[in-house]
């Protein structure tokens, strides 16, 4: 999960970064998750990776401000795709009930990519997640999302 996550996404923008400056133009759209805004218990590898993937998106676009490339991160959501399959999550309430189309979810960050938004999450429930993750005690935080993961 680090050598995709991580190791795979570094190598590929950077490599593609380089490209497109030399050009002076280019958008770069990195996949977070709403996961990336806390910590998982049960799940911490793929929580932290996808920290890393927000964190290192909106650096990049700090640093590239001026180039002509632009750096969109998208956080989505349990999206309808084979990772809950593969993750061993498809029975997980979350994952069998509130996932969102992947179609839809990939043209809204196509589109916010082209709006240069820097961050964006589909859907008014994660946006709410998001949210609440963010101004929520970390320990609370933590705690649920522990109960979350523990009882999938």
């Not at 793929?46 to 002509?68: I, M, T």
């Not at 349990?78 to 189309?101: E, G, R, V, Y």
């Amino acid at each position: 999960m680090i050598d995709l996550n991580i190791k795979a996404l570094v190598h590929l923008t950077h490599t593609l970064a380089k490209e497109m400056v030399k050009k002076k133009q280019g958008y770069i759209l990195n996949v977070a998750s709403v996961a990336s805004f806390m910590p998982g218990p049960f799940m911490s590898v793929y929580y932290a990776s996808k920290s890393f993937v927000l964190s290192f998106s909106l650096a990049l676009q700090k640093e590239l401000q001026g180039s002509g490339v632009f750096v969109t991160t998208l956080c989505p959501g349990p999206t309808k795709t084979s990772f809950a399959t593969n993750a061993n999550i498809h029975n997980h309430f979350l994952a069998s009930k509130f996932q969102d189309d992947g179609y839809k979810v990939a043209s809204y960050g196509f589109l916010a990519m082209l709006k240069r938004k820097k961050v964006c999450t589909y859907g008014w429930k994660n946006k709410i997640y998001v949210a609440l993750g963010r101004i929520l005690p970390i320990r609370f935080v933590t705690n649920m999302v522990y109960y979350l993961q523990k009882y999938r």
